[in-house]
């Protein structure tokens, strides 16, 4: 497994307080332990920004980060080497080696952050923590109000609160050479997965034995989890967007659509292939299936240097719509069943999202209510579909139950784009040759 290396989170916090006024302090804590059920835990996983900014795994972790007269300063609080509590549940970093582990100036105790936190807060010219994050809020108020009934041995109480939210999200938007790498990783991981499942897939498996499949692809290849749950919707649950009980059997004559991608590191891959279970696309199949596909394709012609993010659907929606007219499920003309969007009835939901980090990714869609222009470093599904309702008896019998997506990992480049799952097999032809394998 690679990781990233330190240096990476560093300049990430340098960069972050050299957008912030001199005298600020940032305060961000590690994501809490949640419950799965009694007194078992959730599987840990830090939470996305406090990594981003930190590199720390460990549960009960504060980030703060002081841009003072003297320069930059980052502390972290951690949990203390216990030898009975690593006997139990794991090696801890420990305070003594996290400064040097983490290229951090200090460390200390969590069990300290509140009283620290007083301190580190004294003269700050304002405080910047999530505001989605309840807990950490709370840790901030509390000191603060500690703070001020200090003020007659002179302590000063910062008085502007900023969210930190936008600021990092700002950031992680744009990717930079060692995440692109760390996520073409975590995608071709995901890529040698699909294509396994392609590989076995045959009548009578049952869904989560493909899942299984996939899964272990994942770990084999080093992925720590998944990065979301998992698709394996065979027949007409193809036509259920999140579909997760992937607990039926695979009936000869279905598509089966998955929808599955690894982790890597914290970094997220999102792929979707649409396939025959006995391995060849019938003609109503195939004629869904290469209209989604010439979606995509129109999606993928409009990512270069002055486009914006809706153009991208602007262009499959255009696609979808005259081809679903084509073949008799729209009725009237183009631009008038765009402007009605008609088409929603059969592709409900928009060209794809941000990636990264999160499988939906942070960051803003549109700036001063206009789209977004694509800039190179961001990374975007495109994830053009059709889905035909199976009980819907005014469509012709042979497209019911029919459910084609096909979902790409897009990396915005100065020049266009870079297809970071380009070598999952997407067409009919290449699709069936790898089947019939």
Known sequence: MTKLATIEYTNRRQALLQSLPQGAVVVIQCAPVHIRNGDVEQDYRQDSSFYYLSGMVEQQTTLVLTNGVDGP?????????????????????????????????????SESVAEKLIELLD????????????????LVKRSLSKLRGLTRQGKTCPSQLVDLDPLVDAMRLFKSSAEVEQMAMACDISVAAHKRAMSVCKVGMNEYQLAAELHHQFSIQGSQRVAYGSIVAGGENA???????????????????????????HYASDITRTFPVN????????????????????????????AVFTDMQDAAVKVITQGLIDIGLLTGALDKN????????????????????????????KIGGESRPLIAGMVTTVEPGIYIDPDDANIPSQWRGIGVRIEDNILVTEDGYRNLTAYLPV???????????
């Open 73 to 109: 300063c980052s502390s972290i609080f951690c949990r203390s080497k216990d030898k009975l509590q690593e006997i139990w549940h794991g090696r801890r970093l420990g305070v003594d080696a996290a400064p040097r582990a983490l290229m951090m100036n200090q460390a200390y105790a």
């Open 123 to 138: 003269g700050a010219s304002q405080v910047v923590y999530g505001f989605s994050r309840e807990d950490t809020g709370d």
């Open 239 to 265: 036509c259920i967007l999140h579909y997760t009980n992937n607990d039926q059997v695979l009936q000869d004559g279905d598509l089966v659509l998955i929808d599955a991608g690894c982790e890597l590191d």
């Open 279 to 306: 391995g060849r696309f019938s003609e109503s199949q195939k004629t869904i299936y290469e209209l989604v596909l010439a979606a995509r394709q129109a999606a993928l012609a409009c990512i270069k240097p002055g």
């Open 338 to 365: 765009i402007e009605d969007q008609t088409f929603r009835k059969f592709y409900m939901h928009n060209i794809g999202h941000w990636l990264g980090m999160d499988v939906h990714d942070v960051g803003i869609y």
């Open 427 to 437: 067409t009919v032809a290449d699709i069936e040759t790898l089947m019939a394998g």
